[in-house]
């Protein structure tokens, strides 16, 4: 009666949604405030006045239909500029708005910059750990995901295993950098040889840059790769920088020097037709072109993942340091991380195991949480770290 | 290099567009008032007051979190009981959120239902004149369109038609009342006949109401479908209704009684995830919740259907009287409807050839225009009937 693919992809529950309804449950019987929750990767830093401000102007003073009719499928020509001026600024780039199209998010970018690159037969490679959705997004464009292994001392990329991926059939390699679930950022060292290794292949071969945790980093740049590699499109996200998750909001660059810029940007212009993206929400695409180059204040969450990092080494757990995004993505004290996240629930600590990221062995602590949250669950990560050492 | 399917879809230029490009072209050269664009089908009447507040008034008020966070993929809960419990006011239903999946827009509902509904093999039917798109959506999701002939003396169905199309293949029937191209609306007796033809088949066939004009009816009842057929998807869409196009929000309605409801919504949500919906945009939900069964002013559009018919029938053409949408689709005045659209611009008047909705030898004129631009349109109709004359 109904596609099997599809009832499946809808009804198969995500080991992050059990744990969600495990927290949901426990809550009711001892308590909001004894969960300790670190499965979501739910942005808690309120969006910033400026951008409610922002809405509400518009709102109140422009015409209706400026603010509400359809846009042209890349987006609000105006918008695209303003955007692509404040990219320039930052990063020293010449972009205009024909370099941009403005999707619903990046999950819908990265998506339609799959289908709109996908052929029979071609496979993506990206990097473990990794989101888990890239897998369902590749594979229903008819492509094959494949995967680099983990290189735990600092989450950057295991080069060898990268090398032994690459072949003919090679589309595309997808980056996540800040990273979700690591939290590490791809150094410059790091993007420089990845790029360098792309440019030695014999044929063209996409860089897709999904990068929602942009602004989300800590003390360390996050290079930007256009600048490294002209065969690069970058997918980006307001739902972490201004948090905005539920709006729906990003844009795809599709720089000049791609290869065969008409034929990239008008594959990426079809695939949306076929997604049914009609344009991105268009009060949102005017709300972000008013704050452009403006981001949410990312103290808090520095300062916690700061604060679990140390408790968590105290506790005698390996930790890499967190450089961006809000997770961290520390070795389990058993092999078997799924045991781990088991016993952690004995504690009410919910976290997500590592092989769901294609990194079997840690476990992701998102920690976009409240800060006190985060303080009491420090003594109940020492005693499930003790309960292992004795 | 890239996919050729999505190079084509997305640089291929539709009729509607290339007559867009002329319109503007023209606009240049001999101003703007001296244009008559009836070429688009974007609402003209402004988003209604109610809305713009309920807006402000949520993100004055609501804590950032409850506006602009992730909802369930369905959709907030809350925002669903109260869409649910309107349309039950309205329609003698029983439903409840369980029943409704919130979508952006019509154009992602009646797609996510086509890919969670589509298995290898299956046909889908559509009744021309009818929206071009249907094709594109139905064979992205590996399906084929079948498309049913005009029935042109009132743009209701021609069943014998339909009949010779009905097959083992046939999945599912899409059916747009009011409609667009034509403006008509499926009488009670037709939306009866058909489901009773539905009813007697051997196989379950699955009804999909594409009801983006559902409020855009003059004096004519637009019968509830789940009311004659327990196996009907609604999608419905809240571009017209509050003139919110670019927001892209909407939702589907899946009834208990459908066939095997939990594989049917557990299909739409896989087929959601795959064309990644996430969430419908977050305050959209919100706002229409809160404005739950209001609607734009739709007088702007009779009076200028009435106006509109009245100077083409007083011209000399043949035309059925509108009903809905807002839209008029009378007969050319020469077999060849594209030839007779280039004649038509000689006026400065931009009309959309019949053959663009399978339906040759008419036109599709949109009256969700200025009144003024119509009234001063009616001169140059009547000249270019004179001209067919002598």
Not at 49 to 64: G, H, K, M, N, S
Not at 73 to 81: H, I, K, L
Not at 351 to 370: E, N, Q, W
Request: aromatic share 12%.
């Amino acid at each position: 009666m109904v596609s099997a693919k599809m009832y499946e992809l809808g009804t198969k529950k995500s080991t992050i949604r059990t744990i969600f309804e495990f927290g949901r449950k426990r809550a009711a019987e001892v308590g909001e405030e004894n969960i300790f929750d670190f499965s979501l990767g739910n942005p808690n830093v309120p969006t910033p006045d400026f951008v409610r401000d922002a809405a509400i102007d518009i709102l109140q003073t422009y015409e209706p239909a400026q603010v509400h009719g359809y846009t042209v499928a890349p987006g609000n020509p105006q918008v695209r500029e303003t955007l692509a001026a404040s990219i320039n600024a930052r990063f020293g780039t010449n972009f205009t708005g024909k370099n941009l199209f403005v999707t619903s998010g990046a999950a819908a970018a990265i998506t339609i910059c799959f289908k709109a690159l996908a052929e029979a037969g071609d496979e993506f490679i990206t990097f473990a750990p990794y989101f888990p959705e890239y897998k369902i997004f590749v594979e229903s464009v008819g492509a094959t995901l494949k995967v680099v292994k983990p290189r735990p001392a600092d989450w950057q990329i295991d080069f060898d295993d990268f090398q032994k991926l690459l072949s003919p059939k090679t589309k595309a390699v997808i980056i996540n950098s800040p990273n979700n679930p690591s939290g590490a950022v791809y150094s410059r060292e790091t993007i420089a040889k990845l790029t360098d290794i792309l440019k030695a292949q014999d044929h063209e071969i996409f860089l897709i840059c999904d990068e929602p945790y942009r602004e989300l980093a800590y003390g360390v740049e996050v290079p930007w790769v256009t600048n490294f590699y002209a065969n690069t499109l970058v997918c980006y996200s307001y739902s972490k920088s201004f948090s905005l998750p539920g709006e729906r909001i990003g844009y795809i660059v599709v720089p000049d020097e791609v290869a065969n810029f008409n034929a990239v940007y008008g594959a990426i212009a079809g695939a949306a037709r076929v997604v049914t993206h009609v344009n991105a929400p268009s009060l949102w695409q005017l709300v972000v072109a008013k704050c452009a180059g403006k981001t949410v204040d990312i103290t808090p969450y520095e300062r916690n993942g700061k604060l679990l990092y140390d408790g968590l080494i105290a506790a005698g757990f390996e930790c890499v340091k967190p450089q961006g995004a809000f997770y961290l993505f520390p070795k389990a004290l058993e092999a078997d991380d799924y045991a781990f996240c088991e016993r952690a629930k004995k504690y009410d600590l919910l976290l997500v195991p590592g092989a769901d990221f294609g990194a079997a062995g840690y476990f992701r602590a998102a920690y976009c949480i409240k800060t006190e949250t985060i303080e009491r669950s420090l003594p109940l990560f020492k005693k499930l770290a003790e309960e292992y050492r004795s």
